[in-house]
């Protein structure tokens, strides 16, 4: 399954900036409460979406572009706070956080009753990834030391980190967004 549909890349930077990285806690909320304004439709939006892939086989592009549009920036805001990235997360500008999901084919790439047990299917990912969880928590305490130490976000950290992201990306596009029925890997690499 190498070729999974939905991916996420992240531009590794060789230097980090330590001291946004030790406020980062701070800098962080405005942005966050901006995301949590808007998410409430984008979660709103998921059961719409499945109603219409159930009744109609369809998923409305613009749906899908806004869905996308605040995954994109909902993992710019995740890549900030884990101090993957030092720039500020932008409202409409990818920053060198790199999302791939394609829009889907409904009547061809979608079983139209997916929908109503893919949220079934991934409680065995969200019991592995709770315990990602942790370990993502402890490597960015450890980041954040090592970043004040040498300027550097330990790359073997930065990509179990990125893997913890890609991997939640393949579950929320299978089971949030539902733009695939392709069922996420097991995996943290590409």
Sequence with gaps: MKDYPVNLKIDYSETTNRL???FRLVLIIPIVII?????TYAEALSVAIAMMILFKEKYPKFWFDW???????AYRIAAYFFLMRDEYPSTDHD????ITVPYPD??????????????????PHLIVLVFFFVGVALCTIFALFSILITGKYPKVLFGFVEGFLRWTLRVSAYALLLTTDVYPPFRLKE
């Design 20 to 22: 946004t990285a030790l």
């Design 35 to 39: 995301l949590g304004l808007i998410s």
């Design 67 to 73: 869905n996308i549009g605040i995954t994109k920036f």
């Design 95 to 98: 920053q060198s956080v790199l």
């Design 106 to 123: 409904v009547k061809n790439d979608l079983n139209r009753w997916m929908p109503l047990i893919k949220w079934i299917l991934i409680i």
